[in-house]
């Protein structure tokens, strides 16, 4: 795959721009390099929000854009990743039968393979498998400043307005010392704002063997020499803790910021 370029089309959350981070790594570790022009791109990746309806009305509109791309380029490789690859699955390839690879979020870390399967094969792939861990991956990052990092996917609380527990799966959390090792890293390359992802942080540690919950991990994040802010998104009401309010307090690396989904109140 050497010289060969990509781009990739984000939509939606802190966590899709994440996957798509994720997705580039991997991408320039394959031999690929980003392009900020699609017209010159040899794979052009769109990864998905589906929290409104507007959004998935926003994908296939894109999609259609491409439509012309790919007759004019047969070679270009069209991929769709993310919720709405997730929640629409084979109807995409109706939908836009040019699209060669669809992917949910649990197949961000399959990439490479998944399009050594599209070439080898000729054939569309589709892939919509859920996650079974946290593989280690080498996100191109946007910022030289500020990162992303996910510390849980998925969610258990199945509210009424959101995709989430079907399209990302249950709440799985990443081992403390995993984060740990990462956020090191991320200070020895000079960064200083670390944003910890997860669709419902607050829940994090409840799946894992070790005894630990969110404020836990704050406070061994706080610890890390070189970071110098902590952020977290996002959090749901019900499973905000006095403990957790207590860290954000006492914690002089976190940021008094508190992000609270209006959608989770009571419309009373």
Not at 99 to 105: K, N
């Amino acid at each position: 795959m050497q010289g060969k370029n990509f781009s990739i089309l984000t939509y939606g959350c802190q966590m899709n721009k994440f996957d798509s981070e994720r997705m580039a790594g991997n991408l320039l570790l394959d031999g690929y390099q980003p392009s900020q022009d699609i017209d010159k791109a040899d794979l052009i990746l769109v990864n998905t929000c589906s929290v409104r309806a507007k959004s998935e009305q926003k994908v296939y509109s894109q999609l259609g854009r491409l439509k012309e791309l790919k007759e004019r380029n047969p070679k270009l490789i069209i991929a769709v990743a993310g919720c709405v690859a997730q929640q629409e699955g084979k109807r995409i390839f109706q939908k836009a039968p040019f699209v060669d690879l669809v992917l949910g979020p649990g197949g961000v870390s399959e990439l490479s393979g998944l399009l050594l399967e599209v070439l080898n094969s000729k054939e569309k792939v589709l892939h919509l498998e859920q996650g079974a861990g946290f593989a280690e991956e080498q996100p191109l990052r946007e910022s030289g400043v500020k990162a992303w990092l996910s510390v849980m996917e998925g969610c258990n609380n199945f509210c009424s307005y959101c995709i989430v527990p079907y399209t990302r799966g249950r709440e799985k959390s990443k081992p403390s010392s995993i984060i740990m090792r990462e956020v090191a890293e991320l200070a020895r390359q000079g960064y200083k704002e670390v944003t910890l992802l997860g669709q419902n942080v607050n829940s994090y540690g409840k799946d894992l063997e070790e005894s630990i919950d969110f404020a836990d991990l704050l406070v061994k994040v706080n610890q890390i020499e070189g970071i110098n802010r902590i952020r977290f998104v996002t959090s749901h009401p019900r499973d905000l803790s006095s403990k957790l309010i207590g860290a954000m307090a006492g914690l002089p690396k976190v940021c008094e910021h508190l992000h609270l989904p209006l959608q989770s109140g009571s419309d009373s």
